[in-house]
């Protein structure tokens, strides 16, 4: 009897381990931060930056002594919800003219954003299209699984727009709430296509193959950038801006499929 | 079994009063001795109720009430709802007949291992449910070690349909049946059943007739468990089910969505889910409370 109180308590134990070890790990970082005068950058970007600012937040350590940059990368609009409500930052990168609206309506920007990258929708599918996809018009046989994103986030309107205009309609399997979903339900082999951005069939490194479409720049997504407001870091914030508008920052995105700002 | 064995067997006086504590689990005249709750006690237990409750304030605070009806009564939030309630009573439905003979296998079972089974139900419970999904995709999806097989001789596909929404459930929610279920037939240790079984009751006739009605409260106080965290099951159902209006989007998932383009939304069916909890709670209160005694 008394195993099996003590297997209750170990089952028990585990399961706070399991709640304590998350916040455990997430406290633990800001200790080590009291070295001396580490200036911290924090820069919120959307989750499609991930190569590419990650590369050159290196570049930026490399060229800044003491600056220690602090990535965050998620949805686009979970960070302007997070911005909105007083997430401290430096800079925000979205993935689309609207979430950063969010940001700039609320009067959080210290400057107008600047579009510095475009990113267009692609077709991904099974590695070596069984199905011999070719076209957008391709998506919408009968036979065939297609994942889309929903239209409420930034790559699902971008799909719908291309939809309109080409008036071809497709009949997806499931809408997903974000880009990395959908080209998820691809690489695991359920869906026989999905539409998500150039960017991302590049990131998935031959796990899904692109098909690229000419219809796709008419939904051609911008991507702004912002120095925020109530920046901690406002100076080394500009700067970071400048090396992502730059011709290095500009290499780099172009080397992660994105298109060239305005 | 000896009565040593029970802990309440040698205790005092103070202990007569439920000398047979699991005699009738659902006597309410069933009297236990106070003793006061020291003061310090206080400060922490507000500090969790704050925890709890608040931020359910802060949902109702920020709500658009003017707004309510218009944004509960879109064709997607009806469709999420009617599908959130639908499959949540499936998927408890199949808790029930399949982890209720689980449960007692676990209970009165004398099978080497038991303690390792025990530790693998347990497994939902500990799993981020988004890892649940992953590996029900990977086991059940079109290329995964089953689905593979389903999908090649049956043409059987099971992500993107309802039916993976409501494996999704079960899966996450079977432990809380289980463990629920597994407690109230251990405080009976079994003992109704050898009675009954030296007056020339068979297995499944003491099983029916005694363990059952005994472990009544157990058994629905595990099934609301287990319905409400049907209800809420967002992780293993984006990631094994997809996500399509009125296939296979629960409202936790609409609520995901909602939220990038219009918060209110999202907040009005947050308030809908919390209503729906508050209610299957309300209904089930009495039993569960004494089936987690």
Same mark, same amino acid.
């Given at each position: 009897?008394?195993?099996?109180?003590?297997?209750?308590?170990?089952?028990?134990?585990?399961?706070?381990?399991?709640?304590?070890?998350?916040?455990?790990?997430?406290?633990?970082?800001?200790?080590?931060?009291?070295?001396?005068?580490?200036?911290?950058?924090?820069?919120?970007?959307?989750?499609?930056?991930?190569?590419?600012?990650?590369?050159?937040?290196?570049?930026?350590?490399? &060229?800044?002594?003491?600056?220690?940059?602090?990535?965050?990368?998620?949805?686009?609009?979970?960070?302007?919800?997070?911005?909105?409500?007083?997430?401290?930052?430096?800079?925000?990168?979205?993935?689309?003219?609207?979430?950063?609206?969010?940001?700039?309506?609320?009067?959080?920007?210290?400057?107008?954003?600047?579009?510095?990258?475009?990113?267009?929708?692609?077709?991904?599918?099974?590695?070596?299209?069984?199905?011999?996809?070719?076209?957008?018009?391709?998506?919408?046989?009968?036979?065939?699984?297609?994942?889309?994103?929903?239209?409420?986030?930034?790559?699902?309107?971008?799909?719908?727009?291309?939809?309109?205009?080409?008036?071809?309609?497709?009949?997806?399997?499931?809408?997903?709430? &974000?880009?990395?979903?959908?080209?998820?339900?691809?690489?695991?082999?359920?869906?026989?296509?999905?539409?998500?951005?150039?960017?991302?069939?590049?990131?998935?490194?031959? &796990?899904?193959?692109?098909?690229?479409?000419?219809?796709?720049?008419?939904?051609?997504?911008?991507?702004?950038?912002?120095?925020?407001?109530?920046?901690?870091?406002?100076?080394?914030?500009?700067?970071?801006? &400048?090396?992502?508008?730059?011709?290095?920052?500009?290499?780099?995105?172009?080397?992660?499929?994105?298109?060239?700002?305005? | 079994?000896?009565?040593?064995?029970?802990?309440?067997?040698?205790?005092?006086?103070?202990?007569?009063?439920?000398?047979?504590?699991?005699?009738?689990?659902?006597?309410?005249?069933?009297?236990?001795?106070?003793?006061?709750?020291? %003061?310090?006690?206080?400060?922490?237990?507000?500090?969790?109720?704050?925890?709890?409750?608040?931020?359910?304030?802060?949902?109702?605070?920020?709500?658009?009430?003017?707004?309510?009806?218009?944004?509960?009564?879109?064709?997607?939030?009806?469709?999420?709802?009617? *599908?959130?309630?639908?499959?949540?009573?499936?998927?408890?439905? /199949?808790?029930?007949?399949?982890?209720?003979?689980?449960?007692?296998?676990?209970?009165?079972?004398?099978?080497?291992?038991?303690?390792?089974?025990?530790?693998?139900? *347990?497994?939902?419970?500990?799993?981020?449910?988004?890892?649940?999904?992953?590996?029900?995709?990977?086991?059940?999806?079109?290329?995964?070690?089953?689905?593979?097989?389903?999908?090649?001789?049956?043409?059987?596909?099971?992500?993107?349909?309802?039916?993976?929404?409501?494996?999704?459930?079960?899966?996450?929610?079977?432990?809380?049946?289980?463990?629920?279920?597994?407690?109230?037939?251990?405080?009976?240790?079994?003992?109704?059943?050898?009675?009954?079984?030296?007056?020339?009751?068979?297995?499944?006739?003491? /099983?029916?007739?005694?363990?059952?009605?005994?472990?009544?409260?157990?058994?629905?106080?595990?099934?609301?468990?287990?319905?409400?965290?049907?209800?809420?099951?967002?992780?293993?159902?984006?990631?094994?089910?997809?996500?399509?209006?009125?296939?296979?989007?629960?409202?936790?998932?609409?609520?995901?969505?909602? %939220?990038?383009?219009?918060?209110?939304?999202?907040?009005?069916?947050?308030?809908?889910?919390?209503?729906?909890?508050?209610?299957?709670?309300?209904?089930?209160?009495?039993?569960?409370?004494?089936?987690?005694?």
């Amino acid at each position: 009897m008394k195993t099996r109180r003590a297997l209750a308590v170990a089952g028990l134990t585990l399961l706070l381990a399991g709640c304590g070890g998350g916040s455990g790990g997430s406290s633990a970082p800001p200790a080590p931060s009291s070295a001396p005068e580490a200036r911290r950058l924090t820069v919120l970007a959307a989750a499609s930056l991930t190569e590419a600012f990650t590369g050159l937040a290196q570049r930026f350590e490399g &060229d800044h002594p003491g600056v220690d940059i602090r990535l965050n990368f998620a949805g686009s609009s979970d960070l302007a919800q997070q911005i909105v409500n007083g997430a401290p930052a430096d800079v925000f990168a979205a993935a689309s003219d609207a979430t950063m609206k969010t940001v700039t309506d609320a009067g959080l920007t210290a400057e107008a954003p600047q579009i510095f990258a475009k990113n267009v929708l692609q077709i991904a599918t099974v590695p070596g299209n069984p199905k011999g996809i070719a076209t957008f018009a391709d998506l919408a046989k009968p036979d065939l699984n297609i994942v889309v994103c929903a239209p409420q986030v930034p790559c699902g309107a971008a799909a719908e727009k291309i939809e309109k205009a080409t008036g071809v309609t497709l009949t997806p399997v499931s809408e997903e709430a &974000d880009v990395k979903s959908t080209l998820g339900k691809v690489i695991s082999g359920d869906a026989d296509a999905g539409l998500v951005y150039v960017t991302d069939v590049s990131s998935a490194k031959g &796990d899904v193959q692109g098909v690229s479409f000419p219809e796709a720049d008419q939904a051609a997504t911008n991507y702004p950038i912002a120095v925020l407001k109530d920046a901690p870091q406002a100076e080394l914030a500009q700067q970071f801006v &400048d090396l992502v508008t730059g011709e290095a920052g500009q290499n780099e995105l172009q080397a992660a499929g994105f298109g060239p700002g305005t | 079994m000896t009565r040593g064995d029970r802990p309440g067997a040698v205790g005092g006086k103070e202990r007569s009063p439920r000398r047979l504590p699991v005699a009738n689990p659902r006597n309410p005249a069933r009297r236990v001795t106070t003793v006061g709750v020291p %003061r310090l006690l206080w400060i922490p237990a507000a500090a969790a109720l704050a925890l709890v409750a608040l931020p359910v304030v802060g949902l109702v605070l920020r709500a658009d009430w003017p707004r309510m009806p218009e944004l509960l009564t879109s064709d997607s939030a009806l469709d999420a709802l009617r *599908l959130s309630l639908v499959t949540a009573a499936i998927s408890t439905l /199949l808790c029930v007949v399949l982890g209720g003979p689980l449960a007692v296998v676990l209970a009165r079972g004398r099978v080497p291992g038991l303690r390792v089974l025990r530790s693998l139900v *347990l497994l939902p419970l500990v799993l981020p449910p988004v890892v649940g999904g992953l590996a029900l995709l990977y086991l059940l999806g079109r290329t995964g070690l089953v689905g593979s097989e389903l999908n090649a001789w049956f043409g059987v596909t099971i992500p993107f349909t309802t039916t993976a929404v409501v494996l999704a459930q079960t899966f996450v929610a079977m432990p809380f049946l289980v463990v629920s279920l597994e407690g109230a037939l251990r405080t009976g240790r079994g003992r109704y059943e050898a009675i009954a079984a030296t007056l020339g009751a068979a297995p499944g006739y003491a /099983l029916r007739r005694v363990t059952v009605p005994l472990v009544l409260p157990g058994l629905a106080s595990g099934s609301v468990l287990a319905f409400a965290r049907c209800l809420g099951e967002f992780g293993a159902t984006t990631a094994f089910a997809g996500s399509l209006q009125g296939t296979t989007r629960t409202l936790p998932l609409l609520v995901y969505l909602e %939220r990038e383009s219009d918060v209110d939304g999202a907040i009005a069916l947050s308030l809908l889910l919390v209503v729906v909890a508050v209610l299957v709670i309300a209904v089930a209160r009495p039993r569960t409370a004494e089936g987690l005694s």
